[in-house]
């Protein structure tokens, strides 16, 4: 069988740095059995002929209705597919979807029938709001970083900006590098509607945004992008950790210090683009 990604070196490098990053969560030990997702829009690489490709698996709900998405396509990892799976093989563990006229509904056009990622509708959400600000952003990725996790489990963390006061506070490069910091959805039910919107929400002022007591969600331009925004934002909350084990809270940058960051490398209020 001919893959879609035959004679499209775009779309193969697109979808080999997701395989890149695949690698890097399971290494990491954020994707234990098949946890986390990725999406990455996928349009520019569309020719005629995969315009005309016809589904390969019947027409599914979204559940939300998604205006911006009409007629676009994203690769996204399947459901109950492991993460050091997909790193080997993407197109056996994932597929391409285009979404439907109604901009309600999806429909599998290659390479294999494999159903879409259960946090569809948050990644979709995300996806809706990136083509509608004229984002350049692509890629979405949900995993389960252990220490960010962790991290909220502890209510303080939970509050106003608590999480990214601390986490900033650990090295300058984390407020360099996530200079909007991190947004909090309150515990919901996994794949749902409710942890779509309030996840949407978050991340429209937020590089990444914590799911309490489940995982992160990140935009990025590409997935590599929105790996290292996740990253940034672990290794931090890491070394508060081991900072912890030595037996007291971190001290952490003074607020001068951090004004300083944000002053002298002129920091971003928004996305770049
Ligand atoms: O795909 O991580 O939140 C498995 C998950 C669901
Ligand atoms: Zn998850």
């Not at 997702?37 to 690489?45: D, M, P």
């Not at 429209?204 to 995982?215: C, F, N």
């Not at 508060?240 to 971190?250: D, F, K, T």
């Amino acid at each position: 069988m001919k893959s879609i990604l035959e004679g499209r070196p775009g779309l193969k490098a697109t979808i080999d740095q997701v395989a890149e990053v695949a690698g890097y969560l399971w290494q990491k030990g954020w994707a234990e059995r098949n946890g986390g997702n990725i999406t990455v829009n996928v349009t520019e690489y569309m020719d005629d002929e995969c315009k005309a490709l016809k589904a390969i698996a019947p027409v599914k709900q979204i559940g939300m209705t998604l205006p911006q998405l009409k007629g676009k396509y994203f690769y996204c990892k399947g459901t109950g597919k492991r993460m050091r799976d997909l790193a080997r093989d993407p197109m056996a563990n994932g597929s391409v979807i285009r979404i439907c006229d109604d901009c309600a509904s999806y429909e599998i056009i290659a390479d294999c029938p494999v159903a879409p990622t259960s946090e569809l509708p948050t990644h979709l959400a995300l996806q809706n709001y990136l083509l509608e600000t004229g984002s350049c952003y692509k890629a979405t990725l949900h995993t389960h970083p252990i220490e960010l996790v962790a991290m909220s489990h502890i209510q303080r963390f939970l509050k106003g900006d608590e999480m990214t006061r601390v986490l900033w506070s650990m090295i300058p490069e984390t407020l360099a590098f996530a200079p909007l910091g991190i947004g909090i959805v309150p515990y919901a039910l996994p794949s749902g509607i409710e942890l779509a919107e309030s996840t949407l929400e978050q991340i429209k002022t937020h590089d990444v945004v914590l799911w309490e007591k489940h995982g992160t969600v990140a935009v990025g331009q590409d997935i590599m992008d929105a790996f290292d925004q996740t990253d940034v934002l672990c290794k931090a909350a890491n070394i508060y950790m081991c900072a912890r084990n030595m037996g007291s809270e971190p001290d952490g940058m003074t607020d001068a210090a951090m004004k300083e960051v944000q002053d002298v490398f002129n920091l971003p209020k928004k996305r770049p683009c």
